[in-house]
């Protein structure tokens, strides 16, 4: 069975740092995009940053400048390098990955149990 497990999450002051890591386990042919999301309390989830297998990245205009994500193919695992933390980036983070497993000939996306950060003013 494939999960994703993200940890690092935590209560910070603003201006601090923080770092998220997600790791894939289980049995899977391969990954292609990571990302990670948000879901702050009443609002939708959002996208935060997307790196594929050949390390291109994408960012959400509020993290740029302030976030860094990378990965490592040999480990399964994301990460999310927070920096210059802001109030408004208070929120469930959620790790997601296209990973094809063996039954399967397509990619599906998973996703992690999500870790709480929490930024104080």
């Known amino acids: 069975q494939v999960q994703l497990v993200e940890t690092g999450g935590g209560l910070v002051q603003a201006g601090g740092t923080l770092r998220l890591s997600c790791a894939a386990s289980?049995?899977?042919?391969?990954?292609?995009?990571m990302g990670w999301y948000r879901q702050a309390p009443g609002k939708y989830r959002e996208l935060v940053a997307t790196i594929t297998r050949g390390a291109n990245t994408n960012y959400a205009d509020s993290v740029k400048g302030r976030f860094t994500i990378s990965r490592d193919n040999a480990k399964n695992t994301a990460y999310l390098q927070m920096n210059s933390l802001k109030p408004d980036d208070t929120a469930v983070y959620y790790c997601?990955?296209?990973?094809?497993?063996?039954?399967?000939?397509?990619?599906?996306?998973?996703w992690g149990q999500g870790t709480q950060v929490t930024v104080s003013a």
């Open positions: 997601q990955a296209a990973i094809r497993e063996y039954s399967a000939n397509f990619y599906s996306d998973y």
């Open positions: 289980g049995r899977f042919v391969g990954i292609t995009t």
